[in-house]
């Protein structure tokens, strides 16, 4: 019992600690308004960039900094209230990060400033939305193409495949990482829910995390508020302004914060958003907003080409109105005013493509103004967040989604593609026009004292690019544990951290990356700390909690359920974002009224650990760990997470629509939550 409350205890704390983080450094939007680690200042060597300081705050100097080159001082050549520094001629393109010494205090940006060799003439996105990164526990099951949120169901399609518990923040790292690495991308760019919870410090420090690891590998980001990231508290200190616009040669981006649960801008914002357009008559317009404009189209909810229309024209646009969004258009149609200016205002001044997230599913319009002009409305499914519907669905006439991202391409003439979306499916018209990244390329990161290692679980074939990671000082690539093509590029300490840049070739399957100060001969630490419920109910669900430690890293975590001389293995998922020490398995049955319950965990060089505990009608419970150390150097990987159970049942599952599902925007709990759910178990246990 003191075990169990000693556990939950610790989960509670650190979950509140995550969601009230108070940190006396200054925050980026402490200092600056804009560049921002979601908004990069953006030029060619040698030309002037702007730099807005928050009121009162003096910019004393400026400078750039990657793992390759620099630093570079910035000269200052306006201080009446917005900053114009000029980057030196002799600068190397690459995204930098952004060193400001200020009145306020010293702050080093992430992607601060991206410097190009020449304007693209097409600009390639990486789209990806939604990532709902937490500090507490958000996952869904993953099998190759497969989704599913209830571990029986994922069993069942998963024939032979990995089954993944893909956790928020994973899946936003593994998403930043495959593009980083793809030449096929100019920039990523993210249409919001870029936490969970808006108050969760953690939650953002983790993304900055992500952003740091994409400037490094030399891939900008572009964000834009969700309702998740409000009130933008944190968000504006952190990750950027709610409203602004970038230019990009010929292209200028726009973004409109949609207000959070009210879903949509305002017409203050419309009216700047067309003094923008004004001043720049010669760009390609892009908006990024949240909340998408359409619901539905011609060809249902997957949206379709509207055709031959005007929002100019009062009869057009009441027949368009059946396919608006609730969001813009309001419940009851009492946002129609704005809704109408905004189309009108993508037909006045030709704004090619609008891209949004929020429903946690594809969906594509394409609007055809009266004078032949196309307007491409894409919308993403969630990258991170498991609340969407199911693929497959969880009814046949429903809509399937997975965790997705996109690529987008935009020529100099406004000519809008998808490109991978026509390779893959030949149409562009689908439940899905997005690629199933990362749900089929997978990254699991540690970092301690003693090293730095990464599980790849790539399904998706052989994937090469630029790859950074954080590692401690002294340490090396350990060649006899790596199974990844590598080559370093340079390493360089940027603030308080080491960053390591590689070129890697990832290949199909599982493998690994790992730097360390030396060969890891340490047993990881592994217990069973709590079951709920206390006491499992034969043929019915519950939960295994684990505490595992290591002083490299854990690669594979599991529970094996030994029951009438079967032995089904189950994946653990961590139950807070980032790096975490407790993990959870579901478990969703044993037919058995005795069996065995036993954690295991093998690290980076195939040490091996386990925990057992023995579950039945006998009152006390034995408890045992037990320790294996590899004779050689050689990776063991665990069959759980390359194989399915070998033991399946069916179960059933309340049935989500689409529109439930994604109208409401995937809501989700706080860190605390799973700690919470715990407390009628331990007070229920304690009167017993």
């Known amino acids: 019992m003191k075990r169990a409350l000693a556990f939950l205890l610790a989960i509670l704390t650190l979950s509140l600690v995550n969601i009230n983080q108070v940190n006396a450094e200054a925050f980026p939007g402490d200092i600056l308004k804009i560049p921002m680690p979601g908004a990069p200042a953006i030029g060619l060597p040698g030309e002037t960039i702007e730099i807005q300081p928050q009121e009162g705050v003096d910019i004393m100097e400026l400078s750039i900094v990657s793992v390759m080159n620099g630093p570079y001082k910035l000269e200052i050549l306006q201080k009446d209230g917005t900053i114009k520094a000029k980057i030196p001629e002799n600068v190397v393109p690459d995204v930098y990060f952004l060193q400001v010494k200020s009145s306020k205090g010293e702050v080093i940006i992430p992607n601060g400033v991206w410097v190009l060799k020449e304007y693209p003439k097409v600009l390639r996105i990486a789209h990806v939305s939604d990532i709902h990164i937490t500090s507490g526990t958000k996952f869904g099951y993953v099998c190759g193409e497969y989704f599913q949120r209830n571990m029986k169901k994922i069993q069942e399609l998963c024939d032979g495949g990995i089954i993944v518990p893909l956790h928020s923040y994973i899946a936003a790292d593994s998403a930043y990482t495959y593009w980083a690495m793809d030449d096929r991308v100019d920039v990523t760019i993210n249409t919001g829910d870029v936490v969970d919870t808006a108050g969760d410090g953690k939650g953002y420090r983790l993304l900055l995390d992500i952003i740091s690891h994409a400037t490094v590998a030399g891939r900008p980001t572009i964000i834009v508020k969700g309702n998740h990231d409000d009130p933008p508290n944190y968000y504006s200190r952190l990750i950027g302004p709610t409203d602004y616009y970038i230019v990009i040669g010929k292209f200028i981006i726009i973004a409109l914060d949609s207000h959070g649960d009210e879903a949509h801008p305002y017409m203050n914002q419309l009216g700047w958003m067309e003094k923008v357009l004004e001043d720049h008559p010669d760009k390609i317009p892009i908006v990024i907003v949240h909340h998408p404009y359409w619901y539905s189209g011609p060809q249902g909810w997957i949206g379709g080409r509207i ?107 406004g000519n809008v593609k998808l490109p991978e979306v026509e390779k893959m499916f030949g149409s562009l018209f689908n439940d899905f026009i997005s690629l199933p990244v990362p749900q089929e390329f997978i990254t699991f990161r540690w970092a301690t004292d003693f090293g730095s290692a990464v599980k790849f679980i790539n399904l998706l074939g052989e994937e090469s690019g630029k790859f950074a990671i954080e590692i401690p000082d002294g340490a090396q690539v350990d060649a006899s544990v790596t199974n990844i093509t590598y080559k370093l590029l340079g390493e360089r300490k940027i603030g308080d951290k080491t960053y390591e840049l590689f070129e890697i070739t990832v290949p199909k399957g599982v493998s690994q990356l790992v730097i360390s100060k030396g060969k890891d001969t340490e047993n990881p630490q592994i217990d069973i700390s709590y079951l709920t419920p206390s006491k499992p109910t034969k043929g019915k669900p519950f939960k295994v909690y684990i505490s595992v430690k ?46 065995i319950i036993r954690a295991v965990a093998i690290d980076f060089y195939g040490n091996k650990a386990t925990s057992e505990m023995t579950v039945g009608e006998i009152e006390t419970s034995t408890i045992s760990s037990t320790t294996e150390t590899p004779t050689s150097s050689s990776t063991t990987s665990s069959p759980s997470t390359a194989s399915p159970p070998e033991t399946t049942s069916s179960t059933t599952e309340t049935p989500t629509s689409p529109s439930t599902t994604t109208e409401s925007g995937g809501v989700c709990g706080p860190a605390a939550i799973i700690s919470l759910a715990l407390l009628p178990l331990i007070v229920r246990r304690k009167k017993k």
């Open 550 to 595: 290591d002083n490299l890293g854990v690669k594979d975590i599991y529970v094996e359920i030994e029951a009438n001389g079967i032995v089904t293995k189950y994946p653990a998922v961590q139950t807070s974002g980032g790096q975490a020490e407790y993990f959870m398995a579901e478990i969703p049955e044993v037919d058995a009224d005795e069996y």
């Open 307 to 413: 055709e031959g229309v005007s929002a100019f024209d009062d009869e057009d646009w009441q027949e368009m109105i059946q396919y608006g969004s609730y969001y813009w258009f309001g419940r009851n149609q009492e946002h129609l005013d704005i809704a109408r200016r905004f189309l009108q205002d993508v037909e006045k001044y030709n704004i090619k493509l609008i891209m949004s997230g929020h429903i946690h599913h594809d969906k594509l319009h394409i609007y055809v103004d009266k004078n032949g002009n196309e307007h491409w409305f894409v919308t993403l499914t969630a990258t991170g967040a498991p609340d969407k519907e199911p693929n497959p669905p969880s009814k046949p006439s429903y809509s399937p989604t997975w965790y997705g991202s996109n690529v987008v391409e935009i020529d100099e003439n």
